[in-house]
């Protein structure tokens, strides 16, 4: 449809000018039958005959002059432009047999003057190509790549039909990550301060003493302030990445910025739910926000549609929505570095025999890990895996007799049909009768309540339960859970994930539960309420104490016969057993956690799936959805999860009231990445300070729009090439310019919106502006192109869109041209301005009334329509297309399959644009002479001050 509202080319054909340079001999073309065939289409379309019309015909000879159209599948505009320009240049070359054309030589085009050179290529193309395509569509550009060592410069001027433009500001995107780091003592030193050290038994010097003193002799109560800023606070960094790279990339660069190891950060992004316009000017001031983890696989590209919600909400960093918002949480969970150590020289081997006094790794570690447990650094600056730790346990506690069965023992069922299942002993079924018949019952990992089964002592010796990981592999990853906070049945403020250890008692997990709530706990207490700031952030750290103490007495306990140095690669009978009952240590545990629970700001409480918050923040609760945390050294984290934890925070105020007044809860203040935050405010002074190359009238581009100013820069700058040197005789980074130098009469942009990587595609559904008069091409040629040396043309107007609907898989295609007129036999007005001063060439009449051309007949080409082509136009479509005839603005139809319908010129530009055709206003007199056939209106123009006479 565009290509037939071209001006010249239209002509041309309708007048029949092309048989006579019908080339059918060219081997390079379709033997003209793509030229014929679009010729006889193109007559039917200019015969105002027909509503609409099927190319069969046309499309058949395409399918056998091209295969790739021969087949149903949907195929690319652009490419399909290109391919019909060649096969019509091809088609109606008038050069019958191309001879052959050496290049330019390197040592003439130094000496000699640019726009010589310039014409030179232009001729030597000339004599190879010579058409109508080549005349009013082709142009030339001017490329320079510059060796940086010798200087030389190699310059060439190249051919183009159609310049590919790219959207510039979405090659790349910036990212803005919020880091909430895991509470340490460096970040929340009042609450989770080490008071007391406990330090290692003197004799223990076999092992790697030195990593061990490292880890315990840490002088932790040093002023915090010495500590890497990252250690203390979360981060807001900023990252620029490209927008097909994947998510993970953008996780590497992250990791690199802020020092925290990629696999130790989870990226989120952010949903808020609507704050209530009335109630407590808290929650208002805290709305709740979850975070989704992303999917690291995707292209970053996908983030561009998430909604700028930051972790806080909005803080007009961005005024102009620029910057994506992400937030990352960094796992709560890490290593002892002496334990890291011997993980990975249990890898390398690199210990020897010798230097460990002859005992083995495992023993060797197995005894670092015992020493380390409870240490008052747990829950503070690490978190020690207690695997090694609980497989000892379970050997020491293995029942011999019925009287040996112990709460809280861990073993692993090995069934019938190779099942490995791990399990908790929850409870021990006493028969007072028959005490040799006594039971355990055992409650599954990751299984619910009613899988529990109940075994005898027969099952312990015949090995159906064994002692847990004799044959059950440690789960290697951490179990992950949601934190809430909640007041008054009203939840509020971020949420944020925890990460455990499967091994961990239930009264452990509730310590690092504590520890991980203190980085939302007010440490000012300078601030009113300063007293009872204080007195909670000392009962937190109280709690932590006392649950550490309490969870590593039962573990000595069981584990105080078992300092032999090769006790930890022993077989189970000879390993020395325990008798040890910890019930009266968990009733003290739970004694003094009800104790201390009074001074603390919160409440833990434990839910089975995660909250139905409603609108107003207030959740749709269930039936026993909810309990208190079970604070327990007899069970164990895997034991009483069955999917994914969720935890919420009932944080409460000092008079236990359901005011808000007096709640601790604060989200820790970030801390700005300086160098990247530069990066960003640098990218937001050059794009405010960039002007439109575009004529004045053009709107000026938002922030979500680019125009089409800024796509011809991006495709004009310099940019770095890897180049082998002609005189160097070496590759280089050269540098590569390019800048217009022979503009066409008929030019063309096809706007990049499809991005592609390797493994990556997306379409760039962003806005591109572009004037429908009066687009400016001088400011992008070479000063020494004949637009400015003999004072060209370079005003252009747009006269047909092909928009593109859809995505990367399919899609749908619908033209929008600016109707002018002309004959059945080619006849046409050239105009020389595009004023906008109604369709030019357009009676404005029609027959039988007043203003119409005597002599003239109706406008021709497509009736406006939307039925059949046995169907008349409705009326309501013609007086609608008179009264656009009539109006002052110029007519622009659009093409959707067989709808042809007139629309306001103000709707041409948008965001499917995908291919534009513009001609030059002042077209080149020689061309006009030899492909228009010009209407008895104008068979005078002026054309640049010369009189044209019609031939």
Known sequence: QCMVYLPMLRSYILSGQYLSNLNSENPLGTGGKILLEFAELTKQMWAGKYANKAPQRFRGALSKARNKYATTEQQDAQEFLADMLDALHEDSNKVKKKPMVPPLDDDWVEKTALHRVGLEAWRRYLRR??????????????????????????????????????????????????????????????????????????????????????????????????????????????????????????????????????????????????????????????????????????????????????????????????????????????????????????????????????????DARFLLEKQLYGHRKECRRFDLRPERIINMMSKCLWPRTTADFRRGLRIEYLGDRNQKLPGTVIDVLVNEDNPDKTKVLVHFDHLASKWAEKFTLDDFLQKKIAPLYTKVTPRAIPIEGTLYHRHSGHYFGNTSFLHFHNEWSMARAGAHIMAQAARFLHEDQSTSGGHWIATCQRALGKAIDIILDIDKAYVDRVLRDCDDKFVYKKPNDQIKKSTYDASSLNDLLEKKMTEIFTFLPFVIKMRRAAPNIRRNGVAVEKENEEEPFPFTIFRCVGSLVMGRMHFVLEWRTPDGGKSNEGLLYSMPTAWIHKPSWKLYKDKIDSQSKGESLLHPLVPTSNDKSVDIGNCLTEYCKEQTLDWRCPKCKDFRDAKQSMSMWRLPDLLNFHIKRFNCTARWREKISTRVDFPLTGLDMSNWCSAESPAHQRGESTIYDLIGVVNHIGGMTGGHYIARCKATSCGPTGSEEIAHTFAGTGASGFPHGTPGEPGE????????????????????????????????????????LQFDDDVVEPIPPRHVVSEMAYVLFYRRRNLTPSNVASYCTLSDASLQIDVEGEDLVQR
């Not at 021709?860 to 169907?871: A, F, N, P, V």
Request: net charge negative.
């Open 853 to 892: 051309l005597e002599g003239e007949s109706a406008p021709t080409g497509w009736r406006l329509s939307r039925g059949k082509e046995k169907d008349p136009p409705s009326v309501l479509t013609e007086e609608r297309a008179k009264a656009i005839g009539r109006s002052a603005e110029p007519l622009w």
């Open 129 to 362: 190509d010579r058409s109508v395509i080549a005349s009013t569509i082709m142009g030339q550009t001017l490329n320079r790549v510059t060796c940086p060592v010798c200087h030389h410069t190699s310059t060439s001027f190249d051919p183009f039909s159609m310049l590919s433009v790219p959207v510039p500001a979405f090659e790349k995107m910036m990212v803005r990550c919020k880091i909430l780091r895991r509470a340490t003592s460096l970040n929340c030193p009042r609450a989770l301060c080490i008071q007391s050290l406990v330090r290692p038994k003197q004799d223990l010097d076999t092992f790697s003493k030195s990593d061990l003193e490292s880890d315990i002799d840490m002088d932790l109560d040093a002023d915090p302030d010495a500590a890497p800023p990252s250690d203390r606070h979360p981060g807001a960094n900023i990252v620029e990445v490209s927008r097909l790279s994947e998510i993970g990339v953008l996780k590497a660069s992250l990791a690199e910025m802020c020092g925290i190891s990629a696999g130790a950060l989870l990226l989120c992004e952010a949903e808020t739910t609507p704050t209530p316009s009335e109630g407590a000017a808290f929650i208002r001031q805290n709305p709740f926000v979850t975070y989704i983890p992303v999917n690291e696989a995707r292209p970053c590209a996908e983030l561009s549609q998430l909604g700028n919600e930051g972790a806080e909400g909005s803080q007009g960093d961005d005024p102009d929505g620029m910057v994506i918002e992400l937030m990352a949480f960094e796992l709560t969970l890490k290593e002892w570095p002496s334990v890291q150590v011997f993980a990975q020289d249990l890898i390398n081997g690199s210990f020897s025999t010798k230097s460990l006094n002859g005992m083995d790794l495992e």
